[in-house]
């Protein structure tokens, strides 16, 4: 289902090139664009929602906000590793809503045009690429591109 | 000249942003106003013959009208106009027919709807013209009964052909007060008042066309007539004996209507003659006002000008000569019709009546014995009391006066200024009132009613008074500034309008007699300049008094006493206000002009207040008052200001908990943070007041509602309200309106039984409802009670063994079985039909309730009634909870739904085969909740008495639920989940404990439901805690 839509997002957000904030999460880079990063924050006492997915780790207070954090280890299947002071909480906007995503390290900011991304191969019928929006490509690195409302609706992982 | 001009466009721009920024401040007046007119017509409902509720939707509409008067919506104005004197003419003349009131109140929710249009800046033509056909279906049946009261439309009233006459008997009676009625004292509306309780009014015509200009308007003349049309089973002697009272002062005549001539064909030529001649300059108000003239020269005595105007009278010629003497009647006739002619009865109308004559034939009469009239001036030079030289000479200088547009009463003010107690100064009405009816009440009681409207009043009337100040300096720069006058006159008259709603008697006599003066400025009669401007200046600052006054005034301090200083302000301003020069001391009369029936009405029901001294105006010193309005706030500013607050609050206790760590053991301590820490304390307290806000509009869509489902199902219903003042949180009470709609439109519908079956159970006819709101122990309570039959335990029973929510075995308290009516699907059809079936949108009410952290019980007794109980937080932006801690977790269980909490000992845990866990709490047994499990969260404690448990109460029903410890109470500042995530079941919100952290705040009733979900099957694999002696034990249980 994906390939046709995900050339059209490419073509209408590569115009004139989008910044991505690039992220580390096990061995592989994602990016998320940075115009939908509000802030980045180091871990903090997370309070945990109870009878909630196990990607969510709870809620966080955010200058008196109550905002949720997800685990992007385990959203993708990863393996969960213990928080460490490294890391870190991208909190970012989704509609009207503010969410933390738990990332293993930030790396920096990236420029990507339309040369430099593709659309996500299809990775078969069993595999969910709906969140992916293209794979971008600097030198060496592959930076898989996400698409923030995608990879938080709610209404999807509603328990 | 054209400098002027510009100068007066720029003003009348300034005049029209003026309006619009005030509008936005008009329509929320306006929609209170349409509210307090619903109300009060829905008392009138209940009540028609309360009086009290025709003044106060009569003040409501007043106050409407005003309103848009000064905003410049003049349709609205126009409108509500009408409908005011819709009112007007029930205003003495209760009890209103029930149809009346329901066309009221549609009228009613017409202009609400044209309100509502205006606000979103559309234009309600449409519903405009649906109002004015509206009200005028309202007027035809009734006819259109003016009361002489300033605003009256001078149009004449609508053909009135569809009056209709039953048996018994309609007379047409004419009621023709003598000019001079008003000296004798009496009030010819009495008169009226009386005909009208000998039976059934059919119409009610004042003629208003021997009203004079007002500049030759004598208040102290009566010009008006009526027609009316009675109904009545009395003779004619019986009627013309009821008004014997009025003696010789009223004419009275009386004759069935037997002619076809409805009372409106009236507006025939003799009429229209009759209204020219009086206008004519030269007719009858001019030897009034030469009068005067000569009597302020000191020509003549007061006493000699008044006996040479009733023989001026009296040396009229009659109709009945004028008519033999043109050959339209003959001598004979004439004098049979004299004989025929009942004493005091009017020939006019008698010879018309009898078929002698045609209207017009008496309207050329009429205007005959006008010319025919002899000049009073000669008058006076034959009897002898002024020569002809001088005469010549007061002529011409009366005539400069006139031409010099120099109305006559106001030269005769200024020697009178400040010298009342002149004789001298007299002018020909020699016995009017003077400073002596200006009788204030001696202290005003404030009405509860009022008080929460106070505050609202002081800011406006404030800033209505400020502008008044501002027009009345510009004033003094230029007189001719028409804007400003009218400009001030708005602001009085909305300030009257709605002191008068407030009965703040003192300040609405002062704004009334203001307005008078005002008036006359208007008409040019005098400038308001000098003295007069003075005048005005006073009564602006005796006001802004009053004002200050009330504004320190609270409901503990009794009745507010009135400042001795207003009496001679307010005589001062009576005797300018009205026209009249000075004053004698006479003794204190009924109002005479029209415009002062109001002001009178004050002094009948109050005790008069003589000043000691009187004379010139003391007006209190100008005190520049602090500024206190009110601010109207969209909501989510404010809810930004209370979330702020509360993020404050939070950052506050992290800042004390910081310091307490650091300086621990030091010995330190703080003296800035204990007092911010009451500053933020106090700030958030003030910010959760700003939210709240009375019951009282949604209480009154109730009864609204039950008058209409009454009035549709045929059922008589009263509803009773209780408690209208407490308040509660904004969106609470938003929240409220729709569950309480259902459970009152249940309690109509199924709860009150039909009035035959109420007369056979013994009870009276009329179902009562009563809404009662009280608080208690920091909550809010609403009951709901009506005395109908009340719900049918059984009947329930069977309905949910039907539905399969209970099972024949089950055990279910009474309680647990009424509870049932709240379950979703027992409203269906078939439940609406049975005799107890309530429940039409009962779950509905049940969530919502729910929703707003609430909760909802049910008492009832067969045949008794039943009372439904809300109990609810007073704001949701702040909880009281029971933090408990559950592992390494900090949870909060709202206060609200909390019983108890205790360490039951090991013998009181049962579990009860197939059934579940449950505690035993001295005589009662509940299941018991493990919280972990319910959360599927990590606990310390797993065996009951070893943690703790609350016992908590959801929907009637008491739950242990199990903790590991509790860690003490919390006013936690809700956060909702939903902001930034979504609802989790079991969870109710969260809240930001002192250390930062977020707590959740736990949701009872979605805990229990997951608990019923979870049901016993994972019990096995974790109950090896459960000791074998309390299996056992479960027999004994069940």
């Given amino acids: 289902m994906n390939a046709l839509e995900n050339d059209r997002a490419i073509t209408t957000f590569t115009a004139d090139g989008r910044q991505f904030l690039t992220f580390r999460l096990a061995d592989e880079e994602y990016g998320v664009e940075i115009l939908r990063v509000q802030e980045i924050k180091g871990y903090s006492k997370i309070t945990p929602l109870p009878n909630t997915p196990p990607e969510i780790k709870g809620v966080m207070n955010l200058r008196g906000t109550v905002v949720p954090i997800i685990d992007l280890r385990v959203r993708f299947g990863l393996r969960e590793t213990e928080y460490n002071r490294f890391t870190v909480i991208i909190v970012v906007t989704v509609g009207t809503k503010i969410v933390g995503l738990v990332v293993d390290a930030v790396s920096d900011v990236l420029n990507v045009t339309s040369q430099d991304a593709v659309a996500a191969p299809d990775l078969g019928s069993g595999v969910d690429t709906s969140f992916i929006t293209g794979i971008a490509r600097t030198g060496e690195r592959l930076i898989t591109l996400l698409n923030v409302d995608r990879l938080v609706g709610f209404s999807a992982t509603a328990a | 000249m054209v400098a002027t001009c510009v100068h007066r466009t720029a003003r009348s721009k300034r005049m029209n942003i003026d309006g619009t920024r005030y509008r936005a401040t008009f329509f929320e007046e306006a929609v209170e106003h349409l509210a307090a007119l619903e109300a009060a017509l829905l008392r009138l409902d209940a009540n028609p013959a309360d009086a009290a509720a025709v003044d106060d939707a009569f003040r409501a509409a ?88 300033e605003e009256q439309p001078r149009a004449p009233s609508p053909p009135d052909s569809s009056v209709r006459r039953d048996p018994p008997t309609t007379y047409r009676i004419t009621v023709t007060p003598h000019p001079e009625a008003f000296r004798s004292g009496l009030d010819p509306l009495v008169v009226l008042r009386t005909i009208e309780e000998l039976g059934t009014l059919r119409a009610v015509k004042p003629h208003l066309e021997q009203l004079p200009r007002l500049r030759d308007l004598d208040p102290e003349r009566c010009y008006m007539s009526w027609t009316v049309q009675l109904e009545t089973d009395q003779s004619p002697e019986a009627i013309r004996q009821a008004c014997a009272f009025a003696g010789e002062v009223v004419e009275l005549t009386i004759e069935p209507e037997s002619a076809r001539r409805p009372v409106c064909e009236d507006a025939c030529p003799a009429s229209v003659m009759r209204s020219v001649s009086e206008n004519h300059p030269c007719a009858v108000s001019e030897p009034l006002a030469l009068a005067k003239f000569l009597v302020e020269r000191q020509v003549l005595t007061a006493e000699q000008a008044l006996e040479a105007l009733y023989r001026h009278r009296g040396r009229y010629p009659t109709l009945g000569d004028l008519a033999v003497e043109v050959g339209l009647l003959t001598k004979d006739q004439l004098r049979q019709l004299r004989e025929r002619l009942a004493p005091g009865n009017g020939f006019a109308q008698a010879v018309v009546a009898g078929g002698y004559l045609t209207d017009s034939d008496l309207g050329r009469l009429l205007r005959l014995q006008e010319q025919r009239i002899p000049v009073w001036s000669e008058d006076l030079i034959n009897d002898g009391l002024v020569d002809r030289t001088t005469m010549a000479a007061e002529l011409a200088a009366f005539a400069t006066h006139a031409t010099a547009a120099q109305p006559i009463s106001a030269v005769a003010e200024h020697p009178a200024a400040s010298d009342v107690s002149l004789p001298t100064e007299t002018s020909a009405v020699a016995d009017h009132p003077a400073a002596s009816d200006v009788s204030l009440p001696a202290e005003t009681v404030i009405p509860d009613d009022s008080i929460e409207m106070l505050p609202e009043f002081c800011a406006e009337a404030t800033e209505h008074l400020e502008a008044a100040d501002r027009h009345l300096l510009s004033l003094d720069n ?50 308001l300049q000098d003295r007069y401007l003075d005048l005005a200046f006073a009564s602006t600052d005796a006001l802004k008094q009053q004002i200050h006054n009330l504004r320190q005034w609270t409901p503990g301090h009794g009745p507010l006493p009135t400042d001795p200083a207003l009496t001679p302000l307010l005589a001062e301003l009576r005797r300018v206000g009205t026209g009249r020069s000075a004053e004698t001391g006479a003794p204190e009369k009924p109002a005479a002009a029209a415009v002062r029936s109001e002001a009178v009405s004050v002094a009948v029901h109050t005790p008069a207040h003589h000043p000691g001294t009187e004379g010139s105006s003391t007006a209190p010193p100008r005190v520049a008052l602090p500024d206190k309005e009110t601010v109207r706030v969209d909501k989510e500013r404010l809810d930004k200001l209370t979330n702020t607050i509360g993020e404050l609050v939070i950052a506050q206790s992290m800042v004390q908990q910081e310091f307490d760590e650091l300086t621990a053991g030091s010995g330190w301590h703080s003296r800035a943070l204990p007092e911010l820490n009451k500053i933020s304390r106090d700030l958030q307290e003030l910010s959760l007041s700003l939210r709240m806000v009375p019951l009282q509009g949604i209480f009154q869509k109730m009864s609204r509602l039950v008058r209409d489902l009454s009035r549709k199902m045929n059922k008589p219903v009263e509803l009773e309200l209780h408690g209208e003042e407490i308040e509660l949180d904004k969106t609470v009470v938003d929240q409220l309106g729709d569950p309480l709609m259902h459970m009152v439109r249940n309690a109509v519908d199924h709860g009150i039984e039909a009035a035959d079956e109420r007369r056979a159970a013994g009870k009276p006819p009329e179902g009562r409802i009563t809404l009662r709101a009280y608080h208690q122990g920091g909550n809010v309570f609403i009951e709901l009670s009506d005395d109908g039959r009340g719900l049918d335990r059984d009947r329930l029973w069977r309905k949910g063994i039907e539905k399969g929510l209970v099972t024949e075995g089950q055990r279910l308290t009474d309680a647990e079985i009424y509870a049932l009516i709240f379950a979703p699907g027992f409203s269906t059809a078939a439940a609406v039909t049975d005799v107890s079936g309530r429940g039409v949108g009962m779950d509905v009410v049940r969530r919502n309730i729910e929703a707003l952290q609430g909760s ?105 639920l199990l903790v590991d410890e509790l860690l003490g109470q919390i006013q936690a500042v809700v956060k909702s989940l939903d902001a930034n995530f979504r609802r989790v079941e079991g969870l109710a919100g969260a809240t930001i404990l002192g250390d930062g952290r977020v707590a959740m705040i736990l949701d009872v009733h979605g805990l229990t439901q997951i608990h019923a979900q979870q049901g016993f099957m994972q019990i096995p694999h974790e109950t090896s805690f459960l000791t074998t002696p309390c299996m056992n034990m479960a027999g004994e249980l069940v």
């Fill in chain 2, 62 to 149: 007043h106050s409407l009208k005003g309103g848009a008067d000064v905003v410049g919506l003049g349709e609205l104005a126009q409108m509500t106009h009408r409908f005011e004197n819709i009112l007007e003419r029930f205003r003495h003349a209760a009890p209103i027919p029930r149809p009346m009131v329901d066309r009221l109140l549609e009228a009613t929710d017409a202009l609400t709807h044209i309100v509502a249009t205006l606000r979103r800046g559309e234009s309600p033509s449409s519903a405009i013209e649906e109002l004015q056909a509206r009200l005028d279906l309202d007027c035809e049946p009734i006819g259109w009964y003016s009361s002489p009261h």
């Fill in chain 2, 478 to 527: 230029d007189p001719t500034n028409a804007e400003a006058l009218n400009a001030i006159y708005r602001g009085f008259h909305t300030i009257k309008g709605v002191s008068s709603m407030l009965r703040l008697e003192v300040i609405r006599t002062l704004a009334h007699e203001t307005e008078n003066l005002l008036n006359r400025a208007r008409d040019g009669e005098i400038i």
């Fill in chain 2, 856 to 960: 909802i019980a049910i008492r009832t007794q067969p045949g008794q009634g039943t009372t439904f109980t809300i109990r609810l937080p007073l704001t949701l932006a702040i909880m009281d909870g029971l933090m408990v801690g559950l592992g390494e977790d900090v949870y909060v269980v709202p206060l609200l739904s909390v019983v108890e909490s205790f360490r039951p000992r090991a013998s009181d845990v049962h579990l009860l085969a197939g059934q579940g866990e449950v505690v035993r709490v001295r005589h009662e047994v509940m299941p018991l909740v493990r919280l972990y499990r319910v959360l599927r969260r990590p606990a310390r404690v797993s065996d009951p008495w070893v943690g703790l448990v609350v016992v908590v109460e959801d929907q009637g029903k008491k739950y242990a």
